[in-house]
């Protein structure tokens, strides 16, 4: 499994426009012509989210990996800047294009730039987004069949279900303490459904987090924002307390659970469906009154 670093350092860099891909730093010793093609890829996918690459700028650096790693990408890290985020990615010199697109590392850092996140506090939160779009943006790229990316999605959650070493502490104090606790995949995964069923919900009204993200980008993306700022905005998109309630309810928790029934309900759909079509989307408030 790739290991995942996603660090906040202050680091002003020069800006690139947003709508062309940014400039890339790559390895002498890689195949530029391929690693170019795939950072093209990567600009392509995180434009699916809502349908532009974020407006804040971002550069890339790509480096070779030791060839004693068997992963195609052992390592991604996005760094927040002040003017331009920046991502690195670890690349098996000999990967191809085909693997490089197959493989999820990039999509999930990719994903971390759609929210104005200023990098710490509540990594859960920062996590939960980029493991879930990881998946939407594979399937929207056609990397991952609808059902391929829900059963990832559910294993996801059962590894988060089955990680839960640490009771006595609420999600947000595990955040802090994930690698001391091992506890990557209670965090990483509480934040997956956190925006999962928030999603949910919002299609049952006709709206979604694709919408929400966008509304995001427009009025903030030039910002450095805690994760509850960003959940304040996000609330001021959907006309409610959805997102902070719910927010509120994930960082106190002490375990992820998710009922049964709502288990049922998610093999059994179809997942994901683009905005307008809000087949597969199930009712998650109403379903977790029960
Ligand atoms: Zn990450």
Not at 93 to 122: F, K, R
Not at 167 to 190: D, F, I
Request: a neutral charge.
């Amino acid at each position: 499994m790739s290991v995942l670093l996603c660090l906040a350092v202050l680091a002003p860099q020069l800006a690139s426009p947003a709508d062309t891909t940014p400039d890339a730093t790559i390895d002498e010793s890689l195949d530029h012509l391929v690693v170019k093609k795939w950072l093209q890829w990567n600009h392509q996918a995180v434009s699916q989210a809502f349908g532009a690459a974020p407006a804040k700028p971002y550069q890339v650096t790509v480096n070779a990996s030791d060839y004693r790693s068997n992963s195609l990408v052992p390592w991604g890290q996005v760094n927040r800047g002040k003017l331009t985020n920046k991502i690195r990615l670890v690349i098996n010199p000999d990967a191809t294009y085909e693997q490089l697109m197959g493989d999820w590392t990039a999509y999930h850092e990719y994903s971390h730039l759609l929210i104005p996140y200023q990098g710490w506090g509540d990594l859960w939160f920062s996590e939960g987004l980029a493991s879930y779009y990881q998946n939407i943006l594979q399937y929207r790229m056609g990397v991952l069949t609808q059902e391929q990316a829900k059963q990832k999605l559910l294993a996801g959650l059962q590894r988060g279900i089955d990680n839960n070493s640490a009771p006595h502490l609420t999600l947000r104090q595990l955040s802090r303490n994930m690698r001391k606790h091992h506890a990557y995949m209670r965090v990483y995964w509480s934040g997956t459904w956190y925006f999962w069923s928030v999603d949910q919900t919002l299609r049952e009204k006709g709206l979604s987090l694709d919408q929400a993200l966008d509304y995001l980008n427009d009025c903030c993306a030039q910002q450095s924002l805690s994760a509850e700022q960003i959940v304040s905005k996000l609330d001021d998109y959907s006309g409610s307390d959805l997102f902070s309630v719910n927010f509120r309810r994930a960082a106190n928790s002490r375990e992820l659970a998710i009922n049964k029934d709502t288990w049922r309900q998610l093999q059994m759909m179809e997942w994901p469906r683009q905005d307008g079509d809000q087949r597969g989307y199930l009712n998650i408030a109403k379903e977790s009154k029960k």
